[in-house]
DNA sequence: TGCAGTGTTGCTTC
DNA sequence: CGAAGCAACACTGC
C-alpha cells in the first residue's frame, strides 16, 4: 500500500521534491543525494538570481570556489543539507520552508532553438525557459528557480524556492562546529538517550511544544512533528514542562525516537500545502494524526482535534487524548 | 477584495 | 536575560 499522496512522493527518479522540511524530509534528500550525486563534479554555476541566497560569500567568490569541486558525501545536520566537497569545503544549503532541490538530465534543459550551447541553461524570471521541459518542472512549485549547479555526467542540480526563504552557502569545515554550537542533540543519535532528553526538559521553562521545536534544544523537530508527537505521548501542547509527569517525560522521549524513525521509513510526511493532497487518493492522512486536521474527527476517539495558537503557530490536539 | 494564515530562522523588543 | 513577536516572502482562501 502506497502511503503517500502522489504530490509528496518522489515525483519521478531525477526529481527531489518534499515539501516543508523537517528532519524526516532533510534526511531524504540528503539520502537521496548521496545516492545520485556522490562522486560527481560540480563543473561550474549555470544561474543564480537570488542576492540574498548566497550570504556568507558575494557570488563571485562563491561561483570560482565551487567551480571543479568534487562530491564526497552529503549529510544532515538539524534540517541542514550539508554537501562535503573536495578541498573541505561544504555546501550548506538550508531549505527553510518552500524550498526544494531538483536533479534534473542537462539534455532535458537546453534550449536549442534559442541558440544555447550545452552549458547554457535558460531561465526567465525564475522559470525554466526549455523545450522538452519534463512534466514535473512545469509545475509551479518548480518555478522558482534561483540556482543551477551543473554536475559532470550530463546532470543540473538545482534550487527552487517560492518564497525565497532558503539560503545556501560555501563554507569550509569549522562551519560543522559552529552549527553544533548552537544546535541542540540529534534525536536519532544514540547520545539523545532519556537521560539527556529529562535534562533538556529540566532546563526548559515554558510550554512544551515550544520546547520541542527549540533547535537549540533539540536538532530537527518543526511545527508538524511536534503536534505528532505530542498527540502520540497524550499531551497537550500549552503544557508548561514544569507540570508534566515522568511517565509523561518518558511517552514523549518514546514518541519523538518512534515517529521521527516512521516518517523517515515513509520518505519523510509533512506538507503545508494542503490543497495538493487534498481529495487526492492515497494513505496519507493515515500517517497524520493532528496536524492541520482542525474540525476533523480523532482518528483514536472521535473527538474534534482542535486548533489554537501557540507560539505563533498553528497547533492542533485532541481535546480528549491529550490531557 | 483585502487581509489573515501558512511556518523557519533570526533579529528586535520588552 | 529569556521569552515573545515579527520580518523575510509569495500565494491561498475566506
Redo the contacts with the bound molecule.
Keep these: 500500500m502506497n502511503l503517500f499522496a502522489k504530490e509528496d512522493r518522489c515525483v519521478s527518479p531525477n526529481l527531489i521534491k518534499i515539501k516543508?522540511p523537517?528532519l524526516p524530509e532533510v534526511q531524504t534528500i540528503v539520502n537521496d543525494l548521496d545516492k545520485k550525486i556522490v562522486g560527481k563534479k560540480i563543473l561550474g554555476v549555470l544561474y543564480c538570481d537570488a542576492k540574498?541566497l548566497i550570504k556568507e560569500s558575494s557570488f563571485e567568490k562563491f561561483k570560482k570556489e565551487i567551480k571543479n569541486k568534487k562530491i564526497l558525501k552529503a549529510e544532515r545536520r538539524?534540517?541542514n543539507i550539508l554537501v562535503h566537497l573536495s578541498d573541505e569545503k561544504i555546501l550548506s544549503v538550508?531549505l527553510?520552508?518552500t524550498g526544494h532541490l531538483l536533479i534534473v538530465k542537462n539534455s532535458k534543459l537546453k534550449a536549442k532553438n534559442l541558440g544555447a550551447t550545452s552549458s547554457q541553461i535558460i531561465i526567465k524570471n525564475g522559470k525554466w525557459a526549455g523545450n522538452n521541459l519534463p512534466k514535473e518542472l512545469k509545475e509551479?512549485k518548480n518555478q522558482?528557480i534561483h540556482l543551477v549547479l551543473e554536475l559532470s555526467g550530463g546532470e543540473v542540480l538545482a534550487l527552487s524556492d517560492?518564497?525565497?526563504?532558503a539560503e545556501v552557502k560555501l563554507v569550509d569545515n569549522g562551519y560543522l562546529r559552529i552549527l553544533d554550537q548552537?544546535l541542540g542533540p540529534e534525536p536519532l543519535d544514540t547520545g539523545f538517550d532519556i537521560k539527556c532528553f529529562k535534562n533538556i526538559i529540566k532546563s526548559?521553562?515554558?510550554?512544551i511544544k515550544?520546547a520541542l521545536?527549540d533547535?537549540s534544544k533539540i536538532s530537527g523537530i518543526?511545527?508538524?512533528y511536534a503536534d505528532e508527537i505530542l498527540f502520540f505521548s497524550g499531551v497537550r501542547p500549552d503544557r508548561l514542562v514544569g507540570s508534566l509527569k515522568e511517565v509523561e517525560i518518558n511517552m514523549i522521549f518514546r514518541s519523538i525516537k518512534d515517529i521521527l524513525k516512521k516518517a523517515i521509513k515513509l520518505r519523510g510526511t509533512s506538507t503545508?500545502d494542503?490543497?495538493d493532497t487534498e481529495g487526492k487518493e492515497g494513505g496519507y492522512q493515515k500517517v497524520r494524526y493532528v496536524?492541520?486536521r482542525k474540525g476533523e474527527k480523532c482518528r483514536k476517539c472521535g473527538s474534534i482535534i482542535k486548533?489554537i495558537?501557540q507560539?505563533?503557530?498553528?497547533t492542533c490536539f485532541c481535546p480528549v487524548c491529550q490531557k
Excluded at 517560492?162 to 526563504?165: A, D, E, G, I, Q
Excluded at 526548559?204 to 510550554?207: F, M, T
Design positions: 516543508l523537517e540574498k538539524a534540517k538550508h527553510k520552508m509551479p522558482f517560492m518564497r525565497k526563504f548552537k526548559s521553562k515554558g510550554k515550544q521545536m533547535q518543526g511545527n508538524t503545508a494542503f490543497r496536524y492541520q486548533k495558537k507560539g505563533g503557530r498553528g
